[in-house]
């Protein structure tokens, strides 16, 4: 937490400093990168711990892989059909990836990975090319008409290509910022009620019971937030699922 001079300092928390000392320098490492490892470790720790003794009855590990897998698995079934099975690893991937980076933001002295523009267009961009290249590589040179809306009249080709054109590549826009302004939003809110419980419970005997109404709401931010790490996933992962679909069917 960060109090300068009683005023509420929420951006210091996304600032990226080197870890591994000189050797975190020389290659850049920041902190961000530490935590985009240590998701990836828990992502793939968890699936193969839960595999390893799978069991008839499971226990919570394998419940809770299960369901993932399971929950993930349902939602490419849904949204791409049968031939989406292909592409439930990619799918699933980024779900568990953006997934452990939006929670282990909210450990103490964690930090979001996900709250940086940089990353969630880099994972935006890794979408987008993937898609586009499954479309290519399944549809050939048909895969243009996809810009062409079917029973448009030839005198509208050229307002509504720029417009699908534009549309279909603002979608790497749209699945970064969003992402990132959530995460964003909700770590400044918390970083600003916190501020207010320091503040205030600094104003002598009744700085406690001032204190208290902050600190009550950024419980319950606390706990919305949690919520929206699981929805910004959710939301990450079935626009994937959705675009996959176009790339799949054009349509």
């Not at 902050?214 to 319950?220: G, K, M, S, T």
Request: proline share 4%; hydrophobic share 60%.
């Amino acid at each position: 937490m960060a109090v300068e001079g009683k005023t509420i300092d929420a951006l210091s928390q996304f600032e990226l400093s080197p870890v591994l000392g000189v050797v975190g320098q020389a290659v850049s490492f920041s902190q961000s990168n530490l935590f985009m490892l240590i998701a990836t470790v828990l992502s793939c720790g968890l699936m193969l711990l839960s595999a390893r003794r799978a069991q008839l009855v499971p226990g919570r590990l394998q419940a809770l892989g299960e369901s993932a897998y399971e929950f993930i698995a349902g939602m490419v079934r849904d949204q791409v059909g049968d031939e989406g099975k292909k592409y439930f690893p990619f799918v699933f991937s980024v779900f568990m990836f953006v997934l452990f980076g939006n929670l282990l933001g909210m450990l103490p002295y964690a930090f979001t990975f996900t709250s940086h523009i940089a990353v969630t267009l880099a994972l935006a961009c890794v979408v987008f090319v993937t898609v586009t290249v499954i479309a290519l590589m399944r549809h050939g040179m048909h895969f243009f008409s996809y810009f062409v809306p079917e029973g448009a009249p030839v005198w509208l080709w050229p307002i509504i290509i720029p417009v699908e054109i534009i549309s279909y590549f603002s979608r790497v826009v749209s699945l970064s910022v969003r992402l990132f302004a959530n995460m964003v939003a909700g770590h400044v809110m918390l970083k600003v009620f916190a501020t207010f419980v320091v503040l205030l419970g600094g104003l002598g005997a009744v700085g406690p019971f001032v204190a208290a109404m902050p600190l009550a709401v950024n419980v319950v931010l606390v706990g919305f937030e949690l919520l929206v790490a699981f929805l910004q996933a959710y939301v990450f992962a079935i626009l994937t699922s959705i675009y996959l679909h176009d790339a799949v069917h054009l349509h």
